[in-house]
């Protein structure tokens, strides 16, 4: 294991705690109180921890050399009948998570661009894999599929009978990401928005 790793590691977690911390802010200023009082509101990253999607699957992965890293941390909990207008309160919290993968894929980014003649090239590995990680975290979670994040923007725009069937598929949402990951459907969507991002960001 390179000294790119641990960094790496260290970067996703830190991304995805930032990604939960995000939803609970949002719906904090738009009146719900749910994740302030759960004790979510916080960069500690202990009430974020989910044992298995935010330590065990992306060490697992990255050892066993896996050409993307996924992980996610402990869903912040949110009432939306706290907010004056539920159906766009849910979309605004539901997107938060996904712009804020895209703004620490960007600060990571000029990080690398600034650090080009000071940092050792681990560290320089670690900030452009890192970058590249939040926009496949924003990509992943933009999936339409109950309970991602993309589901919570697509559900704005339903009404009446489709909205409901459409959120049925929730309890089976895990399922059908998980199986359609590992059927390769994903794969060309993340390689078009990996090549985008190093083209864009310059992380080459």
Same mark, same amino acid.
């Given at each position: 294991?390179?000294?790119?790793?641990?960094?790496?590691?260290?970067?996703?977690?830190?991304?995805?705690?930032?990604?939960?911390?995000?939803?609970?802010?949002?719906?904090?200023?738009?009146?719900?109180?749910?994740?302030?009082?759960?004790?979510?509101?916080?960069?500690?990253?202990?009430?974020?921890?989910?044992?298995?999607?935010?330590?065990? !699957?992306?060490?697992? +992965?990255? +050892?066993?050399?896996?050409?993307?890293?996924?992980?996610?941390?402990?869903?912040?909990?949110?009432?939306?009948?706290?907010?004056?207008?539920?159906?766009?309160?849910?979309? +605004?919290?539901?997107?938060?998570?996904?712009?804020?993968?895209?703004?620490?894929? +960007?600060?990571?980014?000029?990080?690398?661009? !600034?650090?080009?003649?000071?940092?050792?090239?681990?560290?320089?590995?670690?900030?452009?894999?890192?970058?590249?990680?939040?926009?496949?975290?924003?990509?992943?979670?933009?999936?339409?599929?109950?309970? !991602?994040?993309?589901?919570?923007?697509?559900?704005?725009?339903?009404?009446?009978?489709?909205?409901?069937?459409?959120?049925?598929?929730?309890?089976?949402?895990?399922?059908?990401?998980?199986?359609? !990951?590992?059927?390769?459907?994903?794969?060309?969507?993340?390689?078009?928005?990996?090549?985008?991002?190093?083209?864009?960001?310059?992380?080459?």
């Amino acid at each position: 294991m390179d000294l790119s790793t641990p960094l790496i590691l260290l970067l996703v977690f830190f991304s995805v705690v930032c990604h939960e911390l995000a939803h609970g802010l949002v719906a904090w200023k738009l009146g719900d109180p749910t994740a302030w009082r759960a004790g979510r509101l916080t960069l500690n990253p202990l009430p974020h921890i989910d044992i298995f999607g935010t330590i065990i !699957l992306p060490v697992m +992965l990255r +050892l066993l050399g896996s050409a993307y890293l996924f992980a996610w941390a402990k869903p912040v909990p949110v009432d939306p009948r706290y907010f004056r207008d539920p159906r766009k309160g849910m979309m +605004l919290v539901a997107a938060s998570g996904p712009g804020t993968n895209l703004a620490l894929a +960007l600060v990571l980014a000029l990080v690398f661009h !600034l650090g080009r003649t000071l940092l050792p090239p681990w560290a320089l590995q670690g900030l452009a894999v890192s970058s590249l990680i939040n926009i496949i975290l924003m990509v992943f979670n933009l999936v339409p599929i109950p309970p !991602l994040d993309g589901s919570r923007i697509v559900a704005g725009f339903l009404r009446g009978r489709i909205l409901y069937n459409y959120m049925r598929l929730e309890p089976f949402g895990m399922f059908i990401t998980f199986g359609l !990951l590992y059927l390769g459907f994903f794969s060309g969507l993340f390689t078009a928005a990996e090549r985008f991002a190093v083209g864009a960001l310059g992380l080459r």
